[in-house]
Every structure is written in C-alpha cells, then in structure tokens.
C-alpha cells in the first residue's frame, strides 16, 4: 500500500506503525470519565467494513501521525490528513 | 450412510451406484428452536454436538456462501494445546482430546495425524518460559517434553543450528500435536449434523436481528425472516459485522493473516515446527507441499487477501531456519480474516440481548479450537452456563481487568 502523505508525498505503508481506528483521537477525560466509558474507550471497536479511517505513524519518516481514510474490503487508501489538523479540527487544543 | 472399509468394498463391486450426497439441501423453516450463524468449523461443530450431546431440537446453521468455504479453509490446519495459562490450557487440552477421537466419533476420515509440534529454543531465558509452559501443560492433563540441541538436531539436521541472531538451543515438543485435513473437519462435522437433522442453509446470509424488549426472536435473512429461539453466532472474520446487527461493539478488530504452500516436495518435515523469534512456522502436507505462515499483516481488513512486505518477511524467517528453503518455489500464498481480540483469547459467551450468544475472538488460533469451541458454545447454547473449561472467555474480562494475556504482553490493546 502507497499512503500519499500531505507533506512528504507518496510514501510506502512499510515506513509506518499502525495504530488502529482513528476514533483513538478522542480519549474520555481521565478525571471526569467514567470505568464504562474508558473501556468503550479502550476495547471496543466499530471495526468497519468498507472505509475506516485508522491512525498510522510515520516512524521511519518525519514521525507525523496521519488519519487515513481506507476501505478495509480492497485495501484501497481515500484520504490521507495529518493527525494534527483532525484534532484541531475536533477541537482539541493539540 | 455409514462410512466403513465394508462400503467401499461393497461399492466398488457395485460400481459405485450406492453413495449419496454427505448432506441435504434443505429449504428453510418459518423457525428453529436453535439457529447457529456461520457454516464453518465452529458453527458446525456447534451445530453438531448441540444435536448429538446436548438436546433433540430443530436446529438450523445459516451460511452465508457455502460450508467451510471461510477460515476453516484457509488456515495452516495445525491442532495442538501447548497453552500456559488457566483459562487457555485446560480448554485446548479438551480440544486436543476431542481431536484424537473426532474421526470415530463422526465417521468421516479427517487426517488427524499426531506428528508432533515443536518450539524452538535459542536462549536460556526461552529454555525457562519454554520449560515452565511444559510443566503447565503437564498439570493440565497434556503431554510436554524438552528437547536439547542434540535431539532436535537428529529431527530436522538441515536447520541453522548455528545462526548467528537465533541460534538453535533446544526446543519445547508435544507429541501429541500435528495437523488435520482442515477441508474434511468442516465436512465431518456438516454430514454428522445432517445426520442428526439439522438444517444447513447454505447461501443464506444474515441481513438483520429481529429483536423485541431485549429479546431476540430470529433472524433477518437473504431467504426471508427465519424464527428462533435462541441464537448463536460463530463467524470469527465477520463477528463485527454481524453483531452490529444486534447493536453491539466488540473487543475485535479484523486483519488479514497470510499463510503460504510451497510446490510439492519429497518428505522432509515430519512434524510441526515453530520459530517464534522469526515470525516463522511450517509442516509439510501429505501431498508434500510445505506449509507455512508468520505474522498477521497489522491492520484492518476485510479483503481475504495481504501484501507483498509480510510475504517477504514471513519467507525471510523461513530462510533464516532453513536456508534450503530458497531451492523451493511458492505455489500459492493467500490470506484470511482473523477476529483479533485485544488480549489475544477468544470469546463464548452470552450476550445483553437475551437468547443471543456470541462465539468469536479466535485470532489466529480458531482451528485447533474447533472441536472445544463448538462443544463449548453446543453446552452454553444449551444450558445458558458455560463449559467448565471455557469460564475464563467472557465479554466482561476487560472491564474487570481479568484478561488472558497468552503471550505475556499485558493488556494492551495495541498488541495486535
């Protein structure tokens, strides 16, 4: 798989570590939050079928994480955004 | 029809007019008193002992494509219980029991063939993990031996006993471990369930739960609404999919595990090795193809099928044990779906919805598990508690922090 990364181009997925759904990004507030809710937090998963958007990592490049957009049923890649700008986008501060 | 050496005979004489098809076709009934999800291994099999072992019922298996046209044909048909902890071991050591006497028991010739596993040893550390799981496995019933650098070396000569990352010290053995026709496990179980009336609905997938007041009452079909009392789902790769039908999120994430055979070859290994270290294991097939496999790909998918990095890893492990390896070209290399919980143990158990029970979870271990998981899943089906050799699979294990954490990892979720 090619990831077309916003900054550094088309990159092979074989540079990145892959973390999972991208849902990741909103972790419950860990003094407010509930147990139940850290373990939906934590083990529960929509787990898709068709486009998922997924954390990966550039570790062997400029160590950006990346939200991508993927169709889990071809392995095809829709969208490629920095995980930075999602964040921001969902209103954290960074 | 009874399978013996006597029929063969017999139609051989008579020009082999007397053999009938394994199963039925059935049309399906307006309802069952038990309806399994999923015509693999372990739906099957669940099928098959809740009719044999547990109650006379009207049971129906629902398939989506065809019988064992999913996991149960594509894994690398490896069967053993070399297991560590307590909520594991004493399950696959059931499991391997069943194994020895499943042919007899339904009458159908799956190849179980006993020829061993062994796990490679390269440090003295891994000597210690390596003895301490034996001992486990020995106080749970099963069989363990450690073998030197000498005895392994009189198996398998043509290893690199001598590499210089991973040399080989010794290795953890049971003999009671090997490999079965995987094709012929889902087959024996389909035909031994025919037998006993149940209902295998082939190209029927499920589209829906009809639930009421926290009740399930059937399921949602390609072939219409089918009526159920109780319902369980056993279709580890698609456990997601399904159960969001009943509007529930699992600790699974799906990701394709590859698995590779070479071009047949004269025999050469005679058992099942594994190394560890290298991400790498193999057997050889009675039509003397090897059969080996590594690593899971490492994200989610769908697609039945892997890419090009894991295969070179995977066949670089394997170069490093047996470097004759690279004189052997691949045949084939495909992939399967595996449900990967986040501890890394499966799942039997019920669910909030009443009369639904879910069985899933397998990650990359479900064939061996086949036998056990279905007569686990037949027994909570049956008599809503589970098996007292399946207690520890539970839903609930992350919440209350009692996860099963085979590989010593701890409870991450990002292990996978």
Redesign the interface.
């Known amino acids: 798989?090619i990831i077309n990364h916003p900054i550094l181009g088309p990159r092979?997925?074989?540079e990145f570590v892959?973390?999972?759904?991208a849902s990741l990004i909103q972790r419950p507030d860990g003094m407010t939050a509930s147990?139940?809710a850290f373990?939906?937090y934590?083990?529960?998963?929509?787990?898709?079928?068709g486009p998922?958007r997924?954390l990966w990592y550039h570790e062997q490049g400029d160590r950006s994480w990346l939200v991508v957009t993927?169709n889990?049923?071809?392995?095809e890649i829709l969208k490629v955004e920095l995980a930075r700008d999602v964040a921001r986008a969902e209103g954290r501060s960074r | 029809m009874r399978y013996s050496g006597f029929r063969i005979l017999k139609e051989a004489l008579t020009g082999h007019k007397g053999w009938t098809p394994a199963w039925r076709d059935p049309e399906p009934q307006a309802s069952y008193d038990y309806v399994i999800v999923g015509g693999g291994g372990h739906g099957l099999a669940t099928a098959y002992y809740l009719a044999k072992e547990f109650r006379q019922a009207r049971i129906a298996v629902l398939e989506k494509g065809y019988l064992g046209g999913g996991n149960v044909g594509r894994n690398t048909t490896i069967i053993r219980s070399n297991y560590l902890l307590d909520g594991n071991e004493p399950f696959y050591e059931f499991s391997l029991k069943l194994w020895e006497g499943l042919e007899q028991d339904f009458n159908y010739n799956a190849m179980v063939s006993q020829r061993g596993i062994i796990n490679l040893i390269h440090t003295d550390a891994a000597r210690d993990a390596a003895t301490r799981r034996g001992n486990a496995m020995i106080l749970n019933g099963a069989d363990a031996e450690l073998l030197n650098r000498d005895q392994v070396k009189a198996m398998y000569p043509f290893l690199n006993f001598d590499d210089a990352r991973f040399p080989i010290k010794g290795a953890l053995m049971q003999r009671r471990g090997g490999t079965v026709r995987h094709d012929a496990v889902a087959w024996g179980y389909a035909r031994g369930a025919d037998s006993r009336g149940v209902d295998l609905i082939q190209n029927c997938e499920v589209t829906g739960m009809r639930i009421e007041n926290g009740r399930i009452l059937g399921v949602e079909t390609s072939r219409g609404f089918i009526g159920a009392k109780k319902v369980g789902v056993a279709v580890a790769g698609?456990s997601?999919?399904v159960m969001a039908h009943a509007g529930m999120?699992?600790?699974?994430?799906?990701h394709v595990l590859q698995a590779f055979v070479s071009e047949g070859l004269k025999p050469l290994i005679d058992g099942v090795m594994t190394f560890g270290a290298g991400h790498f294991y193999v057997s050889q097939s009675d039509k003397g193809g090897l059969v080996f496999g590594g690593d899971i790909d490492?994200?989610?998918?769908?697609?039945q099928r892997g890419?090009l990095?894991v295969i070179e890893d995977v066949i670089e492990g394997g170069m490093a044990l047996m470097p004759m390896l690279g004189r052997a070209r691949l045949l084939r290399a495909w992939g399967g779906i595996m449900d990967m919980s986040?501890d890394g143990s499966p799942i039997i158990d019920r669910t909030p919805v009443e009369g639904l029970y879910f069985n899933g979870g397998w990650c990359y271990g479900g064939f061996k598990a086949t036998p056990a998981s279905g007569w686990c899943f037949a027994h909570l089906l049956a008599r809503d508690e589970p098996h007292p050799t399946a207690t520890a699979y539970r839903f609930d294990r992350?919440?209350k922090g009692l996860m099963i954490d085979e590989k010593g990892q701890g409870a991450t979720?990002?292990l996978h």
Do not use: V, W
């Open positions: 798989m092979d997925a074989q892959y973390l999972g759904d147990i139940e373990h939906d934590t083990y529960l998963r929509d787990n898709s079928a998922h997924e993927r889990t049923l071809t392995h | 698609s997601s999919r999120r699992l600790p699974i994430e799906s490492g994200y989610n998918s769908y697609a890419n990095p986040m992350f919440l979720p990002n």
